[in-house]
């Protein structure tokens, strides 16, 4: 795939390309920055705080880069890395620091033991471990992050406490699922999945939805409602308002909706983990907070889209253009074919519901409502199908309107997709932040 969340499995080529390079890019400067600063500290000695929060976001960075660097990946596991990173990270720091319940890993660092190294230390074990091709550039950036601390028993400490967080996670996730022989093979009839074009490829990764997931108890925990039935007013409701405002050609898509729309068309990963480290920073929070922010929120992530990608897989509903284009045999007259009908962007390869980009959003959206205790997001976004452009959100509830608008004016959902992923969304994240990340004990 290298399509999930971007999106489009689009003029994949083309987009895998320019995507890699631009990846290639960031990877690259962030590199450089990191070791630049690394030298300066080497040269001339520091009087930063021991256990700066930066290192938080530092490595969420270098993470998403390298796993979207990947090439034996497709999109939709790196949000189940990413998990497995942010886990790691959050264990090591609450280890070291307390404050809120570990995951899964109940031992304590000696005193005196440096959480920022130990940070350091998880986040470099799991992702030299899960993507060992990146192996040299992730040992540059764990010397240089190291670089900024003085050497000592709590640094040594540090490094000990994170790498041992990490071996558990990792051992934690062994025969969890991942990779394992599974294939969408429901045969085409009304209603159901096929590859569609330009590329007609398979179903990406079936089996993630069958992988154990981090938090909730299974899959099919807060499992969407069946899709509507194709001859039922809300399908024709649906199917007739992607048709009008979906299609590549329409002249009832404003230019508002259209920009709208390709906003939310690009790589979600970049996208919302680059507003959560900006996060950090409008939130003033410490390293442990930043360490549960990151583990809270992209671990939930994980969970939201192993379910989707169950539901994908057993309701295997068809996408738009397939439905479009074979409308007459859908049974419903009320739904009238155009065999040439396209969408704005091109369809991903994957079934259509529920909708992966619009689950993203809300276990982001509401996860930091719930988190921080506020209806006020202070949220930033970037785009990389809009480079240089931001869209700034306080509302959530603006922001997952228009994802799900989105979703629809890009002709790739109907809009019962977009809303069935939104309310997954809320109930799993509302119960990951009940069961996790829990305080040990009030703080004034």
């Known amino acids: 795939m290298r399509a999930l969340l971007q999106g489009s499995s689009s003029s994949t080529s083309r987009r895998k390309a320019y995507l890699r390079s631009w990846l290639a890019a960031v990877a690259a400067a962030i590199l450089l920055a990191t070791l630049a600063s690394g030298a300066a500290t080497a040269a001339t000695p520091t009087t930063m705080a021991a256990d700066d929060p930066t290192v938080i976001s530092d490595w969420n960075e270098i993470a998403v880069t390298t796993l979207l660097g990947d090439t034996t990946k497709q999109l939709v596991e790196d949000f189940l890395y990413m998990g497995f990173v942010q886990a790691a990270v959050y264990d090591a720091v609450v280890g070291v620091e307390g404050r809120y319940a570990p995951y899964r890993f109940h031992a304590h660092a000696p005193h005196g033991t440096s959480a920022q190294a130990a940070a350091v230390a998880a986040a470099h074990k799991v992702l030299v471990t899960y993507v060992p091709s990146a192996q040299a550039s992730l040992d540059a950036a764990y010397a240089a992050s190291l670089a900024k601390l003085p050497d000592g028993k709590a640094k040594t400490r540090g490094i000990a406490f994170g790498t041992r967080a990490a071996d558990h996670l990792i051992r934690l996730r062994a025969n969890d699922g991942r990779n394992a022989p599974i294939l969408f093979t429901q045969p085409p009839a009304p209603g159901v999945w096929r590859p569609t074009p330009p590329g007609l490829l398979p179903m990406s990764a079936p089996w993630m939805g069958f992988v154990r997931p981090l938090l909730v108890r299974s899959a099919t925990q807060f499992a969407p409602p069946p899709p509507p039935a194709l001859t039922s007013a809300r399908y024709t409701r649906d199917f007739n308002q992607v048709k009008a405002l979906g299609s590549l050609t329409s002249t009832e898509r404003t230019e508002a909706q259209t920009s709208t729309a390709q906003f939310f068309s690009g790589n979600a990963l970049v996208q919302y983990n680059t507003a959560l480290r900006d996060q950090v920073t409008v939130r003033d929070l410490d390293i442990v907070d930043a360490a549960r922010m990151f583990a809270a929120i992209d671990m939930s992530l994980a969970d939201a889209e192993i379910s989707v990608w169950y539901a994908k897989y057993v309701d295997g509903f068809w996408r738009p253009i397939t439905a479009i284009n074979l409308a007459?045999?859908?049974?419903?007259?009320?739904?009238?074919?155009?065999?040439?009908?396209?969408?704005?962007?091109?369809?991903?390869?994957?079934?259509?519901?529920?909708?992966?980009?619009?689950?993203?959003?809300?276990?982001?959206?509401?996860?930091?409502?719930?988190?921080?205790?506020?209806?006020?997001?202070?949220?930033?976004?970037?785009?990389?199908?809009?480079?240089?452009?931001?869209?700034?959100?306080?509302?959530?509830?603006?922001?997952?309107?228009?994802?799900?608008?989105?979703?629809?004016?890009?002709?790739?959902?109907?809009?019962?997709?977009?809303?069935?992923?939104?309310?997954?969304?809320?109930?799993?994240?509302?119960?990951?932040?009940?069961?996790?990340?829990?305080?040990?004990?009030?703080?004034?």
């Open 328 to 444: 007459d045999t859908d049974g419903n007259p009320a739904t009238v074919a155009d065999p040439t009908w396209v969408p704005l962007l091109t369809t991903p390869p994957y079934p259509e519901y529920p909708s992966g980009y619009n689950v993203v959003n809300s276990t982001v959206s509401h996860g930091l409502e719930d988190l921080f205790r506020t209806r006020h997001l202070q949220l930033t976004l970037i785009s990389t199908a809009v480079p240089g452009v931001q869209r700034h959100y306080d509302s959530g509830r603006a922001l997952r309107r228009d994802v799900v608008d989105a979703r629809v004016w890009l002709g790739i959902h109907f809009r019962f997709a977009d809303t069935a992923s939104r309310d997954l969304g809320r109930r799993l994240t509302a119960w990951t932040l009940d069961h996790y990340f829990r305080p040990l004990h009030r703080h004034s």
